[in-house]
């Protein structure tokens, strides 16, 4: 079994700042993939970046950036330069890989991310 | 066509209804999924496809609840008798041999 842990509710930033948002997981799968996905309030899961288990070096696109560290099951999103069409909530998922099944994703409970001028 | 479409976008039905979504995945996709979201809480998964197979059902998807993907292409959620319960977004999702999933905008549902 796979799970998710997010364990900031609800985070502030002002404009153009940085922000980290946590993410630990727990998985006995030998091979996993970590994504995070973003949900303005329309609803759409818009997905902004995806980590291989096996990957060497941390997955970077464009603004976002994902700290991979392994040892400590972590797989935090950063966001550079924060903007105000940033303000969504943000899940964490994972999903195992090449165990011949769909990947289905296990998704956290979520950050609800407001930037402020 | 460059996304997951879902319809309808919302449906409201009485207690008892049947009631049927649809999902059109993006085209070149051989990979659908069907996750469920409730208020507060991240999508759980319900079903996977891959082509026209259905390849794994959670244990969420009561007996109520039937997913169908004929010839591998759109897919239909539908639930019997629906319940308060059942009040959620319901999401499509599509991948194809990556591992990225590409979601839909979702169906909400309300049962009265």
Redesign the interface.
């Known amino acids: 079994a796979q799970k998710i842990t997010q364990t900031q509710p609800g985070m502030f930033v002002q404009e153009k700042e940085a922000v980290t948002l946590d993410c630990t997981y727990d998985t006995s799968d030998p091979s996993y993939g970590l994504f995070w996905y973003k949900q303005p309030s329309s609803g759409e899961m818009i997905f902004l970046i995806y980590q291989g288990s096996y990957d060497q070096q941390n997955a970077t696109e464009g603004r976002y950036s994902l700290n991979f560290q392994k040892a400590r099951k972590s797989a935090n999103l950063v966001i550079s330069a924060s903007q105000l069409g940033d303000s969504a909530m943000y899940f964490c998922a994972m999903s195992p890989i090449g165990t011949g099944g769909g990947n289905k994703l296990t998704f956290g409970t979520g950050t609800q991310l407001k930037v402020e001028l | 066509d460059t996304g997951v479409s879902q319809n309808p976008r919302h449906k409201i039905t009485k207690r008892g209804q049947n009631v049927t979504f649809r999902c059109d995945p993006i085209s070149e996709h051989n ?1 659908l ?1 069907w ?1 469920r979201q409730t208020l ?6 319900l079903t ?1 496809f ?1 082509n026209e197979a259905q ?2 059902k959670s244990r969420l998807l009561s007996d109520r609840f039937s997913a169908e993907r004929p010839k591998g292409s759109f897919s239909t959620l539908e639930i019997q008798r629906t319940e308060q319960g059942d009040s959620a ?1 319901y ?1 499509c ?1 599509s ?1 194809s041999n990556r ?8 169906t ?1 549902l309300t049962v009265l």
Not at chain 2, 40 to 45: A, N, Y
Not at chain 2, 99 to 106: A, L, R, S
């Open positions: 990979r999924y996750y507060g809480q991240g999508p759980e998964f996977y891959q390849l794994e977004m999401l999702a991948s591992n990225e999933q590409f979601f839909g905008p979702g909400r």
